[in-house]
């Protein structure tokens, strides 16, 4: 009888606590769904206004927390030696009195139709007499709970407080306090297994009476460990609610691992020091950031800004006191001293220097003085110059900001024949970026190339696919070009060029009543990439891409002028591009490319579409082993297609990283291609036989990129209509190679 009263009131119990545990995740969900209601109703669409902020930025350990012991002590028969392995007592010494980085920001931001324009009006970058004005257009902390997705950092992750992003996390009331604003619950959440590549968690504060969010807190622990904080109130005379100050902290976390921060890459790994034993100053470094949002204003118009990000000219020229106003903390003494010392470390170390040198060399130039060294003008190699050394150069900003000086000299060792160029530019207006040049250039170029103007300013220090082309014309031109970005977001192209195209191969172009192995052509090109995702930065000497975005949308029209210092040759050709890039949360990554294009009248092979084609037509498979290329077909082999209307379609799905070993993680990549194309008159071209993909060109394959020190191997499967009899024929094996350059 007791057992069976025991086993009543444990089952009557567990029933109450299994109806409590429902009712409490029911009282949670009614809570969170009231949330999310609020948060879609302060959607920042919904109204136009503006604000300022003040944000300081340091680099830092606590002194504390640093030991600072001798750490070896020899002795002998002899004497007595103390060795101070002194990494972390200098350390100590350096960071008692300063901090390793500092920055502080005045900006004030606009908000018109849900877009977001930031003016710069203060700027101080310690040690820093040029502010490096890339590491200002980074987002490191959400400023609109409202939104899908959130970034903090380079995480990307589902908004917990959304109808989609709900479903993803785990949520618990934990707390009931009682403020001057009321009643709140905090609210803990936690991102469900397996949905994001990193644990996501955290808390909200939320106000009873309204459900608005007065406090977020989001910790990230991965690579690194990362915690936000946000404090939101009431403005606007009480009508909206928005962030009042954020704050950010970072510290080491799983490993030794590279960090995107301030658009430059910090890695949390042992600084060096000359003794054998090493102090990890990453165990004791943290990245702060503090921001403090002041004079919302809901009732004045927002001026209209061009860039989404403009620095004031006179920005840097701050006085010191102007920050002091702005700045709810005062700085202390370390953050002082700072600004003192590293003036002194900056110029002694050279570093402003070295930063200058990176610039460059992201883009392809070696500074020497006012002269750039071109990078991509030093080596090259093909199957028809075979090695082609070369200088290239040009004056830069040293010399002037309004006017340069650019040319380079080639010399091919396998046919023996000298190239050049020589030419200069003029700034017509730093507002726009926008840039008149004149040059003439003897040299040769491949036949049927898909290369579109807006592709001539990208730096490739590697370009493997021309190792194995034959068949190129030497062109002598001259050429008038103008490029601006007066549109925002939409760089613009003009050329006109007048060329005499001498084929490096049997090959004869033919018309009515004419025929050309030799030929002149006057060509106009104007050329448009709209990037309208991206985050461009206006300087006050330039203009920047501080956030590149996708898609890249390229259109390019170009009109061969009969008789204008040519010959009675005339034809229209329209290019278009499309380059998309869909980073997911899992952080795998899948890129589109779709590309097409079309030529009217009689148009000579040199000026149609090859596809980019890179195999060679050799038997055996490993005779075949060349090096793939991002976007061109690897199974295609060279001068096996051609075209006088075309489109193709590239798409690839980037996994994580494969941990095989410590050293060894590759990226597995996973790649489908196909191509069409025709060609109405193939007859009017002698010399060189081919076909055309009018049924449809197929190849599939997979990558493994970076296997080691940037080397990887692929292989493609040709497969379709245009599939070879002998299996391994349709098979491309190919290595790679990976430098990441910035770009």
């Known amino acids: 009888m007791r057992i069976l009263f025991v086993f009543l009131f444990l089952y009557s119990f567990g029933g109450m606590a299994q109806k409590n545990t429902s009712k409490q995740e029911e009282n949670t969900q009614k809570l969170v769904t009231n949330i999310i209601r609020i948060q879609n109703n302060n959607n920042l669409k919904a109204t136009d206004f503006s604000y300022s902020f003040y944000e300081k930025s340091i680099i830092s350990a606590h002194p504390d927390s640093i030991s600072a012991r001798i750490d070896t002590i020899f002795k002998n028969k002899k004497k007595t030696k103390f060795i101070i392995d002194s990494s972390s007592y200098k350390f100590k010494k350096i960071i008692t009195k300063q901090h390793v980085y500092q920055t502080e920001k005045v900006s004030t931001i606009s908000i018109v139709k849900g877009k977001k324009k930031e003016n710069i009006i203060g700027l101080k970058m310690a040690g820093l007499k ?16 409202s939104k899908k997705q959130l970034k903090i950092l380079q995480f990307t992750f589902q908004n917990p407080f959304t109808t989609e992003g709900s479903l993803k996390y785990k949520f618990e009331i934990t707390d009931t306090i009682i403020t001057e604003k009321g009643k709140e619950i905090v609210v803990q959440f936690e991102s469900k297994k397996n949905i994001f590549k990193n644990k996501i968690k955290g808390s909200v504060t939320v106000n009873l009476k309204t459900f608005s969010i007065t406090k977020s807190t989001f910790f990230i622990n991965s690579i690194i460990n990362v915690k936000t904080e946000t404090v939101f109130s009431w403005v606007n005379n009480g009508k909206s609610w928005f962030p009042i100050s954020q ?14 921060f301030l658009g430059e890459t910090i890695q949390f790994d042992n600084m060096t020091s000359t003794s054998s034993k090493k102090y990890d100053y990453s165990n004791d470094l943290y990245v702060k950031i503090n921001r403090d949002f002041t004079e919302y204003n809901f009732i004045e118009k927002p001026k209209k800004q061009h860039y989404q990000i403009h620095i004031d000219k006179s920005a840097t020229k701050t ?28 110029t002694a170390t050279k570093i402003e220097k070295k930063i200058y040198f990176g610039k460059k060399l992201i883009n392809g130039r070696i500074p020497f003085g006012f002269i750039d060294v071109r990078a991509r003008d030093i080596f090259k190699f093909n199957n028809y110059e075979g090695f082609r050394l070369g200088l290239g150069l040009s004056t830069n900003d040293r010399l002037s900001p309004y006017f340069k000086l650019f040319g380079y000299g080639a010399y091919g060792t396998k046919d023996g024949v000298f190239k050049s160029q020589l030419g ?33 300013k990208r730096f ?28 925002s977001k939409i760089e613009t192209f003009f050329k006109i060029n007048r060329s005499r195209i001498n084929p490096l191969f049997a090959y004869t172009f033919v018309k009515p009543n004419e025929a050309y192995k030799v030929y002149n052509l006057t060509l106009a090109s104007l050329s448009f990439e709209w990037s309208p995702n991206s985050k461009f930065l206006k300087a006050p000497q330039e203009i920047l891409e501080v956030e590149k975005g996708f898609p ?14 040519s010959d009675n040759i005339e034809f229209t050709k329209i290019d278009a591009r499309i380059y998309q890039e869909k980073k997911h949360l899992s952080g795998q990554k899948t890129t589109f490319l779709l590309q097409g294009g079309i030529s009217l009248g009689n148009t000579p092979l040199s000026h149609l579409y090859s596809v980019a084609p890179n195999n060679l037509d050799r038997e055996a498979i490993l005779s075949r082993i060349t090096f793939a290329n991002k976007t061109s077909f690897e199974t295609m082999y060279f001068n096996e297609f051609y075209s006088d209307r075309y489109s193709l379609f590239q798409l690839k799905h980037y996994f994580n990283k494969l941990q095989i ?7 597995l990549i996973l790649g489908s291609k196909v191509a069409f194309g025709d060609f109405s008159h193939p007859e009017n071209h002698q010399g060189i036989a081919f076909k055309t993909m009018n049924r449809g060109f197929y190849e599939s394959g997979l990558e493994l990129q970076n296997i080691f020190k940037g080397f990887g191997l692929s292989t493609y499967y040709r497969y379709g209509p245009y599939q070879l009899e002998k299996f391994d024929r349709n098979i491309a094996i190919k290595l790679s190679f990976t430098l990441n350059l910035g770009n």
């Open 460 to 487: 490739k220090l590697l370009d493997p696919r021309p190792f194995n082309i034959s068949t190129f014309y030497n062109h002598q031109s001259y050429e008038l070009t103008f490029e601006s970005k007066f549109i």
């Open 319 to 346: 006085n010191p006191a102007f920050f002091n106003t702005i700045a709810n903390d005062t700085l202390d003494n370390r953050s002082q001293n700072t600004y003192q010392a590293l003036d002194s470390l900056v």
């Open 247 to 260: 704050s950010l902290l970072v510290t080491k976390g799983k490993g030794k691992h590279n960090i995107d």
């Open 130 to 145: 040029q502010p490096v004005y890339e590491l200002l257009g980074q987002e490191f902390m959400p400023f609109d709970l």
């Open 424 to 456: 200069s530019s003029f700034r017509l207006s730093k507002n726009t970026d926008t840039w008149v040049s004149g040059s003439f250039t003897d040299d040769i170029t491949e036949f049927a190339d898909l290369t579109l103007l807006a592709d001539n």
């Open 552 to 565: 890249k949308v390229i259109l390019q029209v170009s009109h061969a002028i009969p008789n204008v210092l």
């Open 661 to 667: 070993s410590k050293s060894i993680k590759p990226t």
